[in-house]
């Protein structure tokens, strides 16, 4: 439900903080004294089309806020948590700024959004009835889902069902279109992956191979240098002539005869002779390493070629070996998917079929439930009709087959002729203003258990009715109150009679400015403002005698 509405600067409105009741609210008022600007206010916290003309006089911004509770909304919450604006609280607030020659903005609950999501959070709160529509019984792609709840449970599973298998058909058909490509461009990817697959797998790059390579082709490159180096270093070592080796003998044989005459020259002889065998040791190891160097112009142009090799592979597939063998397996498995094309298509060909099939059984199922359901709600809506003083209105729940859909087979719309001798029509075209509010209200008397909104507000739904209609329509929307806050706007005594709350808009002069204020009514305040519709500007006791047998008696009806 709406439980608070927050104006400020929208059009006559400068400030308003309004709390709402549940049930049926009421707001009366004079003519001229602002009840529509009300209503558009609440359109503009719903996301609808709203210029910056609307803003007060002297006023750079407007804004609207909204608070509803969302407990009896789970569409709502559901598209809340897709938005990523669900807070876990059962409390959303909706709010819609307008900013004179500048861009507006529109939060959920305090976060910044689009107005296209501030009316789509909206759609499953509010239905606004009226000359300002905001109603969802307009949308034709909603019918189908109207009548569907309206069906119940065995439709709905139909309809899950159908779901189900359109899905799987839809994956079928994708597959086999992306499979039937042009059977030029599947050979030609053939050969294309086919080459360089051969390429690639011929010359059996291994990861970290180009880097050994670049390693192998210095150090043969550099074999002369390499082999005169080690050489000097082993003959300074242990070569002819004095050498560090020998040097290093001889001093090790003089401390040892030094260490019998001092033993603290023990771990100076230690160092000596760790020095001597390391140098021998490495000695050994260069004499070795000269014999095993040898430069070979032929391995060095082996080394190059495969390097040739490998950088022209990483220029075509990836910047690295690791990438162009992943290029490789990645087109191996593709090559392997389109040489076997032929054989995935005659099976998907086949599924196909077979979940076709089994799909225009289950939506045949569900048509026929949907007519059956459909002239259910005809008989219902006329009915409702009939209360209205309408009862020559037709009605009719039009289905048309059209290509399978995850709803079904059928486009569903609503149709009527609320004129003899009309021809049946859409809704949207049938009627304007308080007359389609009026149909409006016997739709929704209908299907509210099967579609129900939060909240449903009637812009003037007594339009050119009688008296005696006008209470039919305030019964109406005393049982609508019953399972959702019904918001309603009056020039009917009998219909401001039914309230659980009543609010009255009113517009002064103050300081030179018109303001329109919206005030809620006490009993005694409420039985004087339905006197006053009913008598005029200075109501009789008469009047309000009426005005409290008026409000006694739909009262006193309650169960």
Not at 33 to 56: C, H, M, P, Q, Y
Not at 320 to 345: F, H, K, M, N
Not at 455 to 484: C, H, N, P, W
Request: charged share 30%; proline share 3%.
């Amino acid at each position: 439900m709406l439980s608070e509405i927050h104006i400020r600067n929208f059009a006559l409105i400068e400030r308003l903080d309004l709390l709402l009741a549940p049930g049926l609210n009421i707001v009366t008022g004079e003519t001229g004294a602002g009840k529509s600007i009300f209503i558009d206010a609440i359109n503009a916290v719903l996301g609808e089309r709203t210029g910056s003309d609307v803003i007060r006089s002297g006023a750079e911004r407007a804004s609207v806020e909204g608070a509803f509770s969302t407990n009896d909304a789970p569409s709502v919450t559901a598209r809340l948590v897709e938005e990523g604006l669900d807070d876990e609280e059962d409390l959303l607030v909706l709010t819609r700024e307008l900013v004179r020659g500048g861009q507006g903005a529109a939060r959920v609950n305090g976060r910044r959004t689009t107005v296209g999501v501030l009316r789509s959070v909206g759609d499953g709160l509010v239905d606004v009835h009226g000359q300002h529509e905001h109603q969802s019984l307009l949308s034709v792609e909603r019918h189908v889902d109207i009548l569907d709840s309206w069906g119940g449970a065995e439709i709905c599973a139909l309809r899950e069902r159908t779901a189900a298998l359109h899905a799987q058909w839809r994956a079928a058909l994708a597959e086999m279109t992306a499979l039937q490509m042009d059977e030029r461009e599947r050979a030609r990817r053939v050969d294309l992956y086919s080459f360089q697959a051969d390429e690639i797998e011929s010359a059996s790059p291994q990861p970290g191979e180009d880097e050994a390579l670049m390693a192998d082709r210095i150090r043969i490159g550099g074999a002369e240098k390499l082999a005169a180096a080690a050489g000097e270093a082993h003959d300074l070592l242990n070569g002819e002539g004095g050498t560090a080796v020998e040097a290093l003998g001889t001093a090790m044989s003089r401390l040892r005869d030094a260490v019998r005459l001092d033993a603290a020259l023990q771990p100076m002889l230690d160092s000596v002779e760790n020095a001597y065998y390391t140098a021998q040791e490495a000695a050994r190891d260069l004499s070795a390493y000269v014999e095993g160097v040898e430069f070979s112009p032929e391995r060095l142009q082996e080394v190059e070629d495969r390097l040739d090799i490998l950088r022209r592979l990483k220029r075509k597939y990836g910047d690295s070996l690791e990438e162009v063998i992943a290029y490789r397996d990645r087109i191996s498995a593709e090559l392997e998917a389109l040489q076997g094309a032929d054989a995935r298509i005659e099976e998907l060909t086949a599924e196909i079929e077979r979940i076709r099939g089994e799909l225009d059984i289950v939506n045949g199922q569900l048509r026929a439930q949907r007519r059956e359901a459909g002239e259910s709600l005809r008989r219902a809506m006329e009915l409702e009709l009939g209360d209205l003083a309408m009862e020559k209105t037709r009605v009719e729940v039009s289905l048309t087959p059209i290509d399978p859909t995850a709803k079904g087979a059928d486009h569903v719309e609503f149709l009527m002729s609320p004129n003899p001798g009309e021809p049946l029509k859409p809704l949207a075209r049938i009627a304007s203003g308080g007359e389609l509010s009026r149909l409006m209200l016997a739709l929704k008397s209908v299907v509210a258990k099967a579609d129900p909104v939060p909240v449903l507000v009637f812009d003037e739904i007594d339009t050119g009715v009688s008296g005696r209609q006008a209470g039919v329509i305030a019964a109406k929307m005393r049982g609508l109150a019953a399972s959702s806050q019904v918001l309603c706007v009056t020039h009917s005594p009998q219909i401001a009679a039914a309230a659980d709350q009543h609010y009255v808009i009113r517009k002064t002069v103050e300081g030179g400015r018109t303001l329109t204020h919206v005030t809620p009514l006490d009993e005694a305040a409420r039985v004087e403002e339905v006197a006053r519709m009913l008598a005029g500007a200075s109501p009789t006791e008469s009047a309000r005698a009426h005005a409290r047998a008026l409000i006694a008696e739909f009262h006193a009806a309650q169960p």
